[in-house]
């Protein structure tokens, strides 16, 4: 599945000011073609100007978008010996310690980088997923609205406002806060899926089901999508139509036990392994 909800997005506002967008729903799988002839031609760029702190900056997102950790880590690094006022690359080594688990360094690396640029919305972003991940919900719930306020535009953190609001059972905050993510970029899956779940949630099966639909005609790979689609329609009396989309969840999602109850109570069958 790729989205801007799904993948570090290489950005900037020049070609030696690369950012590692946020990633919205807490994923750290990436997939990016041509990256490694990226690397070789910035390695070139590094080559004729080791001091360049911009393409170490650009070159370290590419490593990072290929899985090569500790290649961005130092490159990022290297960029911010050169120039340490260059935010975005600390921006970008916090997403990089926070997918490896450093969380410590992150949340200091993502503090570095909005005190030098307070209207940095990405980094407002990064931090909120951070302060999601360690349970400091309403951290998270001020950055997302901080980066709301910066930059209006970016769904990132109206879908991510949205998961929490649901957590919370304020569906009709959540639903608004999807619809708002959507409006802005139609194409991903995801917030068509949490605004499902909410609307489930309300009693609105038939509304839920649409929304489960929408996500499946923009990934038909989205596993969860298929069980949310099964059980609506299992609750709407469409055993048959419940059996066959929990039946494909389970393909993609073979050890997800509510999948495997969802099959079971529709008469699917279960995979022997």
Request: charged share 20%.
């Amino acid at each position: 599945m790729t989205s801007l909800f799904l993948t570090l997005a290489l950005a900037g506002c020049g070609p030696m000011t690369a950012t590692l967008g946020p990633v919205g729903v807490g994923s750290d799988e990436i997939t990016v073609g041509g990256a490694q002839a990226n690397i070789a031609s910035l390695t070139e760029v590094i080559k004729a100007n080791p001091r360049d702190a911009g393409a170490y900056n650009v070159r370290g997102a590419a490593f990072a978008k290929s899985g090569m950790n500790n290649e961005a880590l130092a490159d990022f690094t290297a960029a911010l010996t050169i120039n340490p006022n260059l935010f975005q690359a600390y921006n970008n080594r916090a997403q990089v310690y926070r997918r490896l688990g450093k969380l410590d360094l992150a949340l200091a690396d993502f503090g570095r980088a909005l005190d030098m640029n307070p209207s940095y919305d990405q980094a407002y972003v990064g931090r909120a997923g951070l302060f999601r991940q360690t349970g400091n919900i309403d951290g998270a719930l001020a950055d997302y609205q901080a980066a709301i306020a910066i930059n209006s535009r970016n769904p990132a953190p109206f879908y991510n406002r949205g998961l929490i609001l649901q957590l919370r059972g304020d569906h009709n905050a959540a639903i608004a806060d999807f619809s708002a993510a959507i409006e802005r970029d139609a194409s991903a899956p995801e917030p068509f899926n949490g605004r499902g779940l909410s609307k489930l949630a309300q009693q609105n099966a038939k509304g839920a089901l649409d929304d489960f639909n929408n996500a499946l005609t923009l990934d038909r790979t989205y596993a969860d999508a298929w069980l949310n689609r099964g059980v609506t329609q299992e609750q709407l009396g469409d055993i048959e139509g419940a059996r066959a989309a929990c039946q494909r969840a389970l393909l993609l999602a073979p050890q997800n036990q509510i999948t495997r109850q969802c099959v079971q109570r529709t008469g699917g069958v279960l995979s022997s392994n």
